[in-house]
């Protein structure tokens, strides 16, 4: 039972443009979501989170959105850099705890030059 | 400070075969977790360590079993390897267990079973 999913496996995006990645959840003790990036033969790196008390979180050329009602998340990525080329994996889990965390399958995201 | 470290990054085994892996944590890290990743499945949790116990499991076969030292370092063993083993092996350490945005990860252990 996959409780967090993106069901996009790859997304290409033109460079300059926003670029846009999503993901779902079930598990409604869920209330902690992060978004990690992969480039390839490194580990994920953390980028951004957002807890449930918040809709949105900004860090500079990232922002995450939830939509708690619909169990959903989004990362907009503006500027899309050449460099943000990465493999993107959500992550939730509960915010208090030592709860695993749980991660979805991924998204390929290409940026073209 | 120094990053994440596993050993080795690529190998190669036969079916029935076992196999160990080791992870050293970030300096001052005391939780220590493993992921496997697989084309299609993400990364999936295995265990997790902290100071030396395990704190959390996932949901896999006890062929995958885990332990952690004294001085935080772990290591995971597979045991009577199977093709489906094959996949990438994530360490991550944090400082305070679980929590969220703290996670450093390692830049794995690619294991191959013919």
């Known amino acids: 039972d996959q409780q967090v999913k993106q069901n996009s496996p790859s997304l290409s995006v033109q460079e300059g443009r926003i670029s846009i990645l999503n993901c779902d959840y079930t598990n409604s003790m869920f209330d902690y979501f992060l978004w990690y990036k992969k480039y390839p033969a490194e580990g994920p790196t953390f980028l951004i989170s957002i807890s449930s008390i918040k809709d949105k979180n900004e860090d500079g050329r990232f922002t995450v959105f939830l939509n708690k009602s619909a169990k959903h998340l989004s990362l907009h990525i503006v500027p899309s850099q050449p460099g943000d080329s990465a493999v993107y994996f959500c992550a939730a889990g509960p915010y208090f705890g030592n709860e695993k965390l749980t991660f979805g399958t991924g998204t390929r995201l290409t940026i073209i030059p | 400070k120094a990053g994440v470290t596993q050993t080795p990054r690529y190998l190669i085994k036969t079916r029935g075969q076992q196999v160990t892996l080791s992870c050293s944590p970030i300096s001052g890290h005391r939780s220590v977790s493993w992921y496997q990743q697989t084309p299609g499945q993400g990364l999936q949790f295995l265990f997790e360590?902290?100071?030396?116990?395990?704190?959390n499991k996932g949901n896999f076969p006890g062929r995958f079993s885990g332990r952690q030292f004294s001085n935080s370092r772990s290591e995971m063993n597979v045991s009577t390897l199977e093709l489906g083993d094959s996949a990438l092996y994530l360490c991550?350490?944090?400082?305070?267990?679980?929590?969220?945005?703290?996670?450093?990860f390692g830049e794995g252990s690619r294991l191959t079973v013919l």
């Open positions: 991550a350490s944090s400082l305070k267990g679980l929590v969220y945005g703290e996670l450093f």
């Open positions: 360590y902290f100071s030396e116990t395990q704190r």
